[in-house]
């Protein structure tokens, strides 16, 4: 059995963003418009990796894990509470679009209240759909239905599925990085990560490194 699923692996990535955009704007400087343009873009890259993980949870995972005996009454909850993290993060968006815009330390602290609010709710949904699901993430590893699964979610443009693996792997421990990469094909893996990740190490990853 794997240590853990892809999509923890996948959470502990939205967690690590999440405290990397709170430390960035904890130490932003005041008027400095070249940081404000490069959080801007971490961001982008965030909001959109987490949104469509969201969303693609309800179009595709829970259906299949309807399948597998989990109920609707626990996913009704777990949509839920994906409203409430659909509204912090619109917050969040228009905070970090003022700083883009102002480049102030007072709109960097505003912009880190509302992402403090985005990754309170975040982590209270992640660990309640950790504790219901992972374990049935675990328990039919190989399944059908989480095959199947995984084939929906694959079905992104190249360009996309590069940013994921990049943005994904970026500061993943081993297990992390196993979750993630354990059931594609190494060659593959390296093109679409190696090639279309490109971008994402390129403009988004040094972000992390100032």
Known sequence: MAEMSMNKAIHAAVRRDLDRFLDALQRFPDGDRARAAQLAAAWQNFDGQLTHHHEGEHEIAWPALQKLGVSQELLAQL???????????????????????????????AA????????????????????????????????????????????????????????????ATPAESAAITGTIPKPVLAVIAGVFGRSYRKSIAPTWRT
């Open 79 to 109: 949509d839920a509470e994906h409203d409430t993290m659909a509204a912090a993060l619109a917050a969040s968006r228009t905070a970090m679009g003022v700083l883009q815009r102002t480049a102030s330390a007072e709109d960097a602290a």
């Open 112 to 171: 880190r209240t509302a992402i403090q609010e985005l990754r309170r709710v975040t982590v209270e949904h992640l660990e309640h759909e950790e504790a219901e699901i992972e374990p049935v993430y675990l328990a039919n590893e190989g399944s059908p239905e989480l095959k199947a699964m995984g084939r929906e979610f694959a079905k992104v443009g190249p360009a996309q599925g590069g940013a994921f693996f990049a943005w994904a792997l970026d500061g």
